[in-house]
């Protein structure tokens, strides 16, 4: 697609369940890339994936996310038994390769744990 | 460790004023990259600028400039004559290869500017 496209925009989920996020990154970018914010925060990277492959998971908060990616395409955060910390402005991007040639972002999915 | 600061938490400016938004880095790579992102109030991060660390030119894009000065680790945004349409808030962004990862940003807390009519 033209864009990066996220969804759902917004999310209200309960406590203790699960939720997924899906990502539509622009056809033919191989670096994907998946960031939080917290309300006035900045960006807290989670993820990023090269091709299929996630090569480092260390920024992911806690074994309760988890992010695949397929088809070198689409790409899905999932959180399972979410807690209120969780809310928070779940951003991707993607970009033509890892290495920084210019990064675009989604609209990103806005999750409210209640 | 790799950081971003930006200092100012907020900046209120009266439109035509020229404004600048500070942005310290720490790094302990030899190569790396510099952003800048502004995020206006519908959410969508838009990207300004990339620069490499090798390259200290100052840049001038219409009304906007930047000052990369490795002395001093700072990579800073200038706004001439800011109008509304510029009120936002404008991250500065850090990438390098860290241990062989090359694969994120590291953003600074970010910097809401409000340009008043």
């Known amino acids: 697609g033209a864009g990066v496209s996220q969804s759902p925009s917004n999310k209200v989920t309960e406590k203790g369940k699960d939720v997924e996020l899906r990502c539509d990154p622009i056809?033919?970018?191989?670096?994907l890339y998946w960031y939080r914010q917290r309300l006035g925060q900045g960006l807290e990277f989670l993820i990023y994936?090269?091709?299929?492959?996630?090569?480092?998971k260390s920024g992911l908060p806690s074994d309760r996310f988890s992010a695949e990616r397929t088809g070198e395409s689409v790409s899905t955060l999932t959180i399972q038994r979410t807690q209120q910390e969780d809310s928070a402005v779940y951003l991707c991007a993607s970009s033509p390769q890892t290495g920084y040639y210019g990064y675009t972002f989604g609209s990103g999915t806005r999750l409210t744990v209640v | 460790a790799q950081k971003v600061t930006q200092a100012q938490t907020e900046i209120s400016v009266v439109e035509k004023e020229d404004v600048t938004l500070d942005c310290v880095y720490e790094?302990?790579?030899?190569?790396?990259?510099l952003f800048w992102y502004k995020q206006p109030p519908s959410g969508e991060l838009v990207f300004l600028i990339r620069?490499?660390?090798?390259?200290?030119q100052n840049e001038i894009s219409g009304r906007y400039s930047w000052n990369f000065q490795k002395s001093t680790s700072s990579f800073n945004f200038t706004i001439t004559a800011s109008q509304v349409v510029d009120s936002a808030v404008y991250f500065c962004a850090l990438g390098g290869d860290y241990g062989g990862s090359q694969g994120n940003l590291i953003f600074g807390k970010g910097t809401k500017l409000s340009v008043k009519p």
């Open positions: 620069r490499n660390s090798f390259d200290e």
């Open positions: 994936f090269q091709g299929n492959s996630a090569p480092d």
């Open positions: 790094t302990r790579d030899t190569t790396y990259y």
């Open positions: 056809s033919g970018h191989t670096a």
